[in-house]
């Protein structure tokens, strides 16, 4: 009782202290918002006196057609202004995840200011973070125990004449050890860089908690940029050669050139990892499935686990990339004379490239390519690529 | 010119599957802002047809008085409404500078939705990032060249009970060489946490420049979190224990107690490093300035180079903190005895703290205490934090 009332005093005095603190250097008054209750209500809060309109976007509201009939957009939940200005809206009983929001006023998209859990999505926007917590989220968490570390490293990619970041994630341990492990090479999507996996995918806690239960083997992460015009997210830091371009290189192959030439050679010269087939996994989402699908095709004995996220044989025109696919059928008979441990192709049923999974299982079996197939509720999500790193990392290295 | 048009050719194609790519997945319209011309005048665009008033907020602008004679704001500039509900203005030539800067759309604080350099500072806010450059900001970019490496590192804290994170920088050529090197630590203020100064503060970037032009020695930058009762920056990844206090600490004398008890004994049996008193530093900003005070009073044969940033002999009981400072004369005295080869004070001549900088230098000057005094122009700002590390990072280790 007396730790108890002592870190009490202490945590007013701090609270008193910061807040003293923020007035001087001119931070303004802040809400709870968003508030979770215990069984996972959680209400919002936006002080807006002038503004005549306010409402939630939240990536947990459902899509719908646009008046127009062209695409869909997020149902919106309106909010209502009462005292002081301050506009509320409760939502009910979310389910366990981490979910992205903003609130539109009077038309124009923001971010919660009283809530600074930022992330961005690549290229595309950025949101509010609400952690929800519970069963299906409990992946997600920073919690006690063995931590592995997160290395933001520059390398010099001479295919791609650039010196380029990535992201390396080492497992609880490495730095006391003198074990050799295996290497998880994991790909982001299109829009995205080698920050998506280490943020928005939370790789590093997922892979700290499968591996501190058991769950997963200790492994060596991976996390490149996949886009060849780039040298590295642009985003807090300029990076000079800039690049004016978004981001993107689908179907050029030159990523997949490099990721093999280039990254592969600095991670095997660079850390301690077993050097061979069945300690290597490559997987990735969207834009990095189909890098994953064009590395192993034109590379059959560089990975043993192999894992497709949310991308099939997409046909990418209207995209505006060409693919080059007259040597598929070779490739997936060299493939298969391979024969991977595990080839493993993940999408939500939602998913609007799902056609393209259709078509290439199809391709696959007609060739009686042994695959191993995963369908999920949901689209083409970061819930889904959370829960596809979580179940892939378990199935790799073992 | 052949690669050139290749390249160009490739770029569009980028885009374009790329812009069609993010409408299947419901990216928004994207204006271009900010847009800096080549004499540095920036021009600033939101969409907001439904608005009656956007005004933009840059830390470029003075601050004034406010109406009610308590505090002062920022003198906002008025928007303009124009085509399709776009409202536009131009600042004439920005001084090179890395600035933050929010659109008041209807009251409310709102990113610039177009830009997605966005970072935050510590508890205070979420800002749009605008880079001028030129002289005075060409330290902050990523330019070609050896680079360093950063390392997001967990460690256990006996003395706060805690596992903890820090980020540590290693220079260029650190992973290929044998050497051993002097390690710099800097702490940042109140508010912040353990990504204040790889991102705000731009700290890689300014050393990898320093290094690689000779200014600067290799040395190795440990980046700790300075809040005693935080795990680690519980931002984008939710961490248990959560503490829900907002931050804090100061006059604590915890966050120094571990400093020297948990995290220099883990940088020196984990690193390359010199372990001795003429190869560490310590400097750092506000709550941080007054943490390197406290360090080198209590443990004055610990480094021989010391920064004060923004602080001083501060009466911080107007933030609720009580300070100790009954040793201080003796303590003032020691560190004189065990001879530091720079004691180094840097304060903007606006800071809200400059009288306590006047006040520790009256009292060191009672004692014949030797130190180097900087004072810039501007206040509490991190435009001087940059400036005084690049300055510091110049003077130690030689």
Redesign the interface.
Same mark, same amino acid.
């Given at each position: 009782m007396k730790t108890s009332l002592l870190s009490m005093i202490?945590?007013f005095?701090?609270? $008193? =202290?910061?807040q003293?603190?923020? &007035?001087?250097?001119? &931070? @303004?008054e802040r809400l709870v918002s968003p508030e979770v209750s215990s069984t996972n209500d959680v209400t919002f809060r #936006?002080?807006?006196?002038?503004? =005549?309109?306010v409402k939630l976007s939240g990536n947990w509201m459902p899509?719908v057609p646009n008046a127009n009939g062209q +695409?869909?957009? %997020?149902q919106l939940v309106d909010m209502v202004k009462g005292d002081k200005g301050v506009w509320t809206v409760k939502v009910s009983a979310l389910e366990p995840e981490l979910y992205g929001y903003t !609130?539109i006023?009077?038309?124009?998209? *923001? #971010?919660d200011?009283s809530n600074?859990?930022?992330?961005?999505d690549g290229? !595309? %926007?950025?949101e509010s973070?609400l952690?929800v917590p519970g069963k299906a989220s409990e992946l997600?968490?920073?919690?006690? +125990?063995?931590? +592995?570390?997160?290395? &933001? $490293?520059?390398y010099d990619s001479k295919s791609l004449n650039l *010196?380029r970041r990535m992201q390396v994630y080492t497992p609880p341990g490495y730095?006391d050890s003198k074990d050799s492990y295996p290497v998880l090479y994991l790909l982001h999507g299109?829009?995205g860089d080698e920050e998506a996996w280490p943020?928005?995918g @939370?790789a590093?806690?997922i892979l700290d908690n499968l591996i501190n239960s058991g769950k997963a083997k200790p492994m060596i992460v991976v996390m490149t940029n996949g886009n060849p015009?780039q040298?590295?997210a642009?985003?807090?830091?300029?990076?000079?050669?800039a690049s004016d371009?978004? @981001? +993107?290189?689908?179907?050029?192959m030159l990523f997949e050139k490099s990721l093999v030439a280039d990254v592969i050679p600095y991670i095997e010269n660079?850390f301690r990892v077993k050097k061979n087939k069945e300690s290597r996994a490559l997987t990735g989402l969207s834009m990095g499935g189909l890098q994953t699908i064009n590395t192993t095709f034109e590379n059959p004995n560089l990975f043993s686990y192999i894992g497709v996220m949310s991308m099939g044989f997409a046909d990418?025109s209207? !995209?505006?990339?060409k693919l080059d696919v007259s040597k598929r059928d070779q490739q997936i008979e060299d493939l298969k004379k391979a024969n991977p441990k595990l080839y493993w192709i993940a999408c939500g049923k939602d998913d !609007?490239l799902i056609e393209s999974v259709v078509t290439m299982r199809s391709t696959l079996d007609k060739h009686a390519f042994r695959y191993v197939y995963r369908e999920s509720p949901g689209g083409?999500t970061w819930t889904n690529w959370r829960i596809y790193l979580s179940e892939f990392a378990q199935m790799i290295f073992k």
């Open positions: 202490t945590a005095m701090v609270i $008193i =202290s910061i003293c603190f923020a &007035q001087e250097v001119g &931070q @303004v #936006l002080k807006a006196p002038a503004a =005549s309109s899509m +695409g869909a957009s %997020r !609130f006023v009077d038309g124009v998209t *923001t #971010l200011p600074l859990k930022v992330a961005r290229t !595309f %926007r950025t973070l952690y997600y968490w920073a919690k006690t +125990g063995p931590k +592995g570390t997160v290395r &933001q $490293i520059w *010196t730095d299109g829009g943020t928005l @939370v590093p806690n015009n040298a590295a642009n985003v807090v830091t300029p990076v000079i050669p371009l978004p @981001v +993107g290189g689908m179907g050029s660079h990418m209207r !995209f505006g990339v !609007f083409h």
